[in-house]
């Protein structure tokens, strides 16, 4: 008993030391006895990836606001259709603003945005990326605060695939169509990921690759769509690897005369369109990445990297599922673009 009261009593004065050296460092966050706004004074160029307005993008850049209003930076917006080579016009437009830092989308890949990062950093602008990892460039400059807020593509891609094939139970011989992503470098393994855990399970599956047009404005997949649903009224589930892709699902469904309970669908990122989909039946499951962090967090990076020094930080924004059975929770928080 004496010896567990003096580790006890131990333990009470280590953290009373920390306590007290913590009291005593410099002013680092505090202004007099009030809290700083650490990005004060800061200016950062966040390219949201997708169209003014598009429902995924929507979310992330809610998130960057956010974090603009609580660290009292200004974030400026910009917007790519999801075209890779857009996102690096924009990232060239924004470095020659010589801004505090820049938050990408990794669908170029390594090899296209390399040199200009290297320019960026060389300027003292810090870059980090959010939504679409870029391996190499992260490993090169995370001392400098380069970090990653988002999912690890090929993993999201094989997690969602063996969620349905499980839930649903998909069986060897049936059909599944995977619209995706697959040429891009970097986005593409997901795609990839989805595709090679269904047919490692048996399934054919069909690949529709999203078109540009498509990528940049998801209604006008409906016609592709119900095509394909008329030349393969057998098609067991359809996974759509892109988030206004599956916002659409349920258009694309009522439109080529396909029930609920007919076919499975299946993607990714949640909108209002999506949770209306998944409490009507039309979409039965989603992997949720959830895109507020992926705009919350590559703002904060940047302020911490630029303040205090901060490397960058590697975070797993999500790998949970959105279905009917917790839609209700969830809904709310998609109708404030929250989710």
């Known amino acids: 008993m004496q010896r567990r009261k003096n580790i006890f009593t131990s333990f009470i004065c280590f ?36 169209p003014v307005g598009g429902t995924y993008n929507t979310i992330v850049q809610n998130g960057a606001a956010q974090a603009a209003a609580d660290l009292g930076c200004t974030v400026e917006f910009m917007y790519s259709d999801w075209s890779p080579q857009k996102m690096i016009e924009n990232f060239k437009q924004a470095m020659a603003t010589s801004p505090d830092g820049i938050v990408v989308m990794g669908h170029p890949g390594d090899d296209a945005f390399a040199p200009f990062v290297k320019e960026a950093e060389e300027a003292g602008i810090i870059v980090t990326a ?15 605060g380069f ?6 593509n090929k993993a999201r891609g094989r997690i969602l695939a063996t969620e349905a094939i499980n839930r649903f139970g998909l069986k060897k011989g049936e ?18 990921g989805i595709i090679e855990t269904l047919e490692a399970a ?14 940049k404005d998801a209604t006008l997949g409906k016609p592709l769509m119900t095509a394909y649903l008329s030349a393969n009224p057998d098609c067991r589930i359809v996974i759509m690897d892109h988030g206004a892709l599956t916002a659409q699902l349920e258009n694309f469904f009522r ?19 999506t949770a209306s989909a998944i409490k009507s039946g039309y979409v039965d499951l989603v992997g949720d990445g959830q895109p507020f962090l992926q705009g919350y967090l590559p703002v904060l990076q940047i302020v911490l990297s630029k303040k205090y020094g901060f490397s960058g930080l590697v975070v797993n924004t999500g790998a949970g599922f959105v279905h009917k059975g917790n839609i209700a929770l969830i809904e709310p928080l998609a109708k404030k673009g929250l989710r």
Request: glycine share 12%; net charge neutral.
């Open 15 to 50: 953290m009373l030391l920390v306590a007290a050296a913590t009291i005593s460092l410099p002013n680092v966050a505090f202004s007099g006895s009030s809290l700083e706004q650490a990005g004060k004074g800061m200016t950062i160029y966040f390219d949201t990836g997708g």
């Open 147 to 152: 970090g990653y807020a988002g999912v690890d």
């Open 202 to 215: 048996g399934l054919k599956v069909d690949y529709q690759e999203i078109s540009p047009e498509v990528d």
């Open 130 to 144: 959010s939504d679409t990892e870029l391996p190499r460039l992260s490993t090169q400059y995370q001392s400098r």
């Open 175 to 192: 059909k599944a169509l995977v619209w995706g992503l697959k040429s891009q470098p970097t986005r593409g393994m997901s795609t990839r």
């Open 255 to 273: 439109a080529a005369g396909v029930g609920p309970k007919d076919i499975i669908g299946a993607g990714f990122s949640l909108s209002p369109a």
